[in-house]
């Protein structure tokens, strides 16, 4: 019986808004206005806040590193730099290399992603970070 499921888990609400809280005073401290999007393990926004002087295109770009994230279980920039426009123009978009897109993961068990965008890569990544901490979600390493 047990071949015919999985153990899952689900980000709850109050998860949510703590990773954006951690965002957000992350960004602050670095004196860089960010866009910070997190999906659930299938893509689903489940909370997206642009802060004041964030670029709002980078909403699209922290969308399409949350979702990456949670699609390959992996940092955004898993996506090998050979495949990365071909990947980006057969999904319009949707997948994306950059740096800033990790996946939240319990006990190895995926729950979603995180996105976030408007800086430097490495201070997108440090954002992301920040808000997985905030959580207790397990670390991921670079990839």
Do not use: W, Y
Not at 12 to 41: F, H
């Amino acid at each position: 019986m047990s071949s015919f499921f999985e153990p899952s888990a689900l980000l709850t609400d109050k998860g949510v808004l703590v990773m954006l809280q951690a965002a957000i005073d992350t960004a602050s401290g670095m004196g860089q206005p960010q866009c910070i999007v997190i999906v659930d393990q299938s893509g689903v926004v489940l909370g997206s806040f642009r802060m004041k002087g964030a670029r709002f295109l980078s909403l699209k770009s922290a969308l399409a590193k949350a979702r990456t994230a949670a699609s390959i279980n992996a940092p955004s920039t898993a996506i090998p730099e050979h495949a990365r426009v071909l990947i980006s123009g057969a999904t319009q978009g949707e997948v994306t290399g950059l740096k800033g897109g990790l996946p939240i993961r319990f006990g190895g068990v995926l729950v979603g992603g995180v996105g976030i965008g408007s800086g430097s890569g490495d201070q997108d990544e440090e954002v992301a970070r920040a808000a997985l901490d905030a959580i207790g979600a397990d670390p991921v390493s670079s990839g």
